[in-house]
């Protein structure tokens, strides 16, 4: 699964500080909520699109599929407000349906806010390694270690629980398990997969807080690090590319 995600070119959107991209791109998702602008709001699209499919490093097929989620994700925000928006230019109406100029282009809005939305995330978590977005916030944002190394921790237990999921799985075939159908099937699956799952997540929690303790791990205690992050020259083209783009749309979406 983890190989799914890796890109076949790393661009520069690699190379920024993690930590650094999550700071602008949350800024660019405010921007892009309190907007009410239409043509602001599809050139936003547009932009953030380009770095989606151009500057994430995958290929077509794995960006296709990803895609998938964020056109039916506009199709059901942009239809539902276009079907049952108001307005008053109404262009066609039958019983609860009603279609306006005003509910088009309320609708269209709403659907490239979606859309940004979709580019930007898709962006952010494609072009990042968790770990290391987790070291620089604590380095450069001063997060909590408390907080960044149990989301740590989380992400690399994912692939524990995984293939713990599948060991339980083939073995239960192996056994020839049959599970009724129904609801009674399904108390049958979430009794047999959740228990084993639980108590090897009980082990697991323990070993890695034993682990800790160890390590002598004390809560706000000066750390030093075994990734160190810092800033560098891609930084600054990184937030002068984000500033010249947003430029760039206040600009279109004038003419």
Do not use: C
């Not at 390694?129 to 604590?138: E, H, I, K, T």
């Not at 390590?215 to 560098?232: D, F, I, N, P």
């Amino acid at each position: 699964m983890l190989a799914w995600f890796t890109p076949e070119r790393t661009t520069w959107l690699f190379k920024v500080n993690p930590a650094l991209k999550f700071i602008v791109f949350f800024a660019l998702l405010l921007i892009t909520l309190f907007n009410q602008n239409f043509s602001f709001a599809v050139w936003q699209a547009v932009f953030y699109g380009i770095l989606f499919y151009v500057f994430s490093g995958y290929s077509m097929k794995k960006l296709a599929l990803l895609s998938i989620p964020l056109l039916i994700s506009f199709l059901s925000s942009a239809l539902t407000l276009t079907l049952f928006g108001k307005g008053d230019t109404v262009l066609w109406q039958w019983y609860l349906i009603k279609i306006s100029e005003e509910s088009i282009q309320h609708g269209l809005l709403l659907g490239s806010k979606s859309l940004s939305f979709g580019f930007v995330g898709f962006t952010f978590l494609l072009t990042i390694q968790p770990v290391l977005f987790f070291y620089a916030m604590m380095q450069q944002f001063r997060l909590p270690s408390k907080y960044a190394y149990s989301f740590i921790a989380s992400f690399r237990l994912i692939p524990a629980v995984t293939e713990e999921l599948q060991i339980r799985r083939n073995a239960l075939k192996v056994r020839n398990i049959r599970f009724a159908r129904g609801i009674k099937g399904v108390y049958e699956r979430l009794q047999m997969y959740t228990v084993p799952l639980f108590a090897q997540s009980i082990r697991r929690a323990q070993r890695i807080a034993v682990a800790m303790e160890a390590k002598q791990y004390q809560m706000g205690a000066a750390r030093t690090y075994y990734y160190t992050t810092h800033y560098s020259r891609m930084d600054v083209v990184f937030i002068a590319v984000m500033v010249s783009g947003l430029g760039s749309v206040v600009m279109l979406a004038l003419f």
